[in-house]
């Protein structure tokens, strides 16, 4: 169980930050007169983080094949252009974050990267080493938001990763799911710990995480992570068959990647939707989501009927 001064203390800081009971008014709106200004979500310090990030999942496995780690370095180059900071990784993702590391040293200089990667062993006292490791591979000497992935031995890391925050050794601290699993043990751990984040799968095609895991974020001060938006590909390759409908054009959406990633951070408990490309073309379209206006409740639920009826 989590120490309860540890949790009386975070929630001390979530009071402070004017978060404790849910987010702040505003912090989800952005300025429909400054339609170019960057679309961002207040985290639970305060600061404020892009609402599109970039997943690393199958796409930035490519190994030390020296073609495919300059194509990576390009799409995360035309990631930073555009304004986006979040990139998710994990251990378990093969060769992802050391072709990240990779790209990092190749772009240089210092770029508005949002590091989050992720715990991913079943030795529950390997916890400050997958750190440790994870910060050499993508070169850096701290990481923004390390989480437990998918809850393997997730009480144990949690307990050190939680330690490790309270050092100053991390930034925040969170869990992560996908595929709609395990989403009552998610709830559980969302109540009766002091986390920052939490990372589950949702998108126009899964929004089971609307019943219970999104409400309970916004009363929670938790950031939300939207894994999978694209439902690993094959939402947006089976809408991009249909031809972009016009009233969506007029409501202010640019293309199917756009229509889906708005879809998501339009609800208020969304911090960061995480599409995984390997083209720049496609890192273009889905930066489009970014910037300009978000779709109030009716013109969501014409997107999901819209959708649906493909």
């Known amino acids: 169980m989590p120490d309860p001064d540890l949790s009386r203390r975070r929630l001390l800081q979530l009071a402070a930050a004017g978060l ?22 207040r985290l639970p310090d305060g600061s404020e983080l892009p609402a599109i990030g970039m997943g690393t999942w199958i796409t930035f ?33 093969g060769s992802s974050e050391a072709v990240l590391g990779h790209a990092l040293s190749e772009i240089g200089g210092d770029p508005p990267l949002f590091a989050a990667s992720k715990v991913w062993t079943p030795d529950e006292d390997a916890t400050a080493e997958q750190v440790a490791q994870s910060e050499r591979r993508w070169g ?15 009480e144990a890391h949690l307990a050190h990763l939680l330690e490790m925050r309270e050092e100053g050794r991390l930034r925040f601290v969170g869990i992560t799911t996908s595929h709609g699993r395990r989403h009552a043990e998610i709830e559980s751990i969302m109540r009766d710990w ?50 972009f409908p016009d009233w969506a054009r007029e409501a202010g959406l640019a293309n199917w990647a756009d229509y889906l990633l708005k879809f998501l951070i339009a609800h208020p408990a969304v911090t960061c939707a995480i599409p995984a490309t390997s083209r720049v073309d496609h890192m273009r379209e889905n930066m489009t989501a970014l910037r300009g206006p978000l779709p109030d409740k009716a013109l969501r639920q014409r997107m999901v009927e819209h959708v649906r009826g493909l």
């Open 61 to 93: 496995n490519v190994g030390s094949d020296p073609e495919a780690r300059a194509g990576r370095t390009a799409v995360l180059r035309a990631f930073f252009e555009a304004g986006g900071a979040l990139v998710d990784s994990s251990p378990m993702y």
């Open 140 to 154: 850096l000497e701290r990481m923004d938001l390390m989480q437990v992935h998918n809850l393997v031995a997730w």
């Open 194 to 243: 002091p986390i920052d984040f939490v990372q589950a799968s949702y998108s126009l095609g899964n929004r089971e995480a609307e019943r219970r895991l999104l409400p309970l974020a916004e009363e929670r001060g938790i950031a939300f992570i939207a894994n999978r938006p694209f439902q690993g590909g094959r939402l947006i390759d089976r809408v991009k068959r249909h031809p």
């Open 20 to 41: 404790g009971a849910g987010w702040l008014p505003g912090a989800f709106g952005q300025d429909t007169h400054e339609t170019n200004a960057l679309i961002t979500r």
